[in-house]
């Protein structure tokens, strides 16, 4: 059986791979402001397009998905 925790990293694992599927695009809040769900995070191309250089990760235990990337930077 299973315990909580590693259950509870599963789960977390499988809702983050959802979300990179289903919500990949980041939304515009204000002129070079955007706000997004991991998927966003995760979607290196569009990151690029926009022309977005940093992310603000506000979730406990969340890896920076591409940490040798210069021009990303997680906060």
């Given amino acids: 059986m299973m315990d909580?925790?590693?259950l509870?990293?599963?789960?977390?694992?499988?809702?983050?791979?959802?979300l990179t599927k289903e919500d990949p695009m980041p939304g515009a809040v204000f002129p070079d402001l955007f706000i997004g769900s991991i998927g966003?995070?995760?979607?290196?191309k569009v990151l690029q397009e926009l022309g977005i250089t940093?992310?603000?990760?506000?979730?406990a235990?969340?890896?920076?998905?591409?940490?040798?990337v210069s021009v990303l930077e997680y906060c």
């Avoid at 966003?40 to 290196?44: E, L, Q, R, S, T």
């Fill in 40 to 44: 966003a995070a995760y979607n290196k």
């Fill in 54 to 59: 940093h992310i603000l990760t506000c979730a």
């Fill in 4 to 6: 909580s925790e590693k």
């Fill in 8 to 18: 509870y990293q599963v789960v977390k694992a499988l809702t983050a791979m959802k």
């Fill in 61 to 68: 235990n969340i890896k920076p998905r591409f940490p040798d």
